[in-house]
């Protein structure tokens, strides 16, 4: 298992590279979690800003106080803070465009205004290489908006690629990952593209 990897660490705030198969917080199950990592770590008591799912990497903030999470938290909700995805998708999308659907919430019960920015980066064959910007903070919002619009992400067993297509190299994993988070003070933290989703690239481009 990758351990995480601290980027940044303030009196305020702590910027992990979370990877992929760790969870935020723990929630009841078998995988380990940054706010227990960071414990164990002697690095205190922290709290997270935000989440990503268990099979996404890249940057977290964790906050080291209350009045620390309640700003991010804040700042977050009311989309001051730029956040920067790269996925790898299946087929060939234009150049750029937005996702402007609702998504249904779980938890409230009715659907909610979703969008979603994206910019190709890469061609790849039959797969692009995106980058994505989620104006809004959804559950799994990038990967079902994706996958309404025809181009799933690589390895999402959730929101999949039907029929079934084979994936040169695969990489065993949601190839999804949180690259940089920009705050309202201007102050952007970035996370590098982890070995095995850059490697992959490399096979593709052949």
Do not use: C
Request: glycine share 10%; aromatic share 6%.
């Amino acid at each position: 298992m990758i351990e995480p990897d601290l980027l940044v660490e303030t009196r305020d705030l702590l910027v992990v590279n979370k990877p992929a198969g760790w969870l935020v917080h723990a929630v009841g199950t078998q995988a380990p979690d940054l706010v227990s990592w960071a414990s164990a770590q002697g690095l205190g008591r922290v709290r997270p800003a935000h989440r990503l799912d268990l099979d996404t990497s890249g940057v977290v903030l964790l906050a080291r106080n209350v009045a620390t999470a309640g700003a991010l938290g804040t700042a977050l909700a009311e989309g001051k803070v730029e956040k920067r995805y790269l996925g790898l998708v299946f087929e060939s999308p234009t150049e750029e465009g937005v996702i402007d659907v609702p998504l249904v919430d779980a938890r409230r019960g009715r659907p909610l205004p979703t969008r979603t920015e994206w910019r190709v980066v890469e061609r790849l064959g039959r797969f692009t290489l995106l980058e994505l910007h989620p104006m809004t903070g959804r559950k799994h919002q990038l990967r079902r908006h994706l996958h309404g619009a025809g181009h799933p992400l690589v390895g999402d067993v959730l929101y999949p690629m039907k029929p079934f297509r084979k994936v040169p190299g695969f990489p065993h994993r949601l190839w999804l990952h949180a690259a940089s988070l920009t705050l309202p003070d201007g102050r952007v933290f970035t996370a590098p593209l982890p070995t095995e989703l850059a490697e992959h690239l490399v096979l593709l481009r052949g």
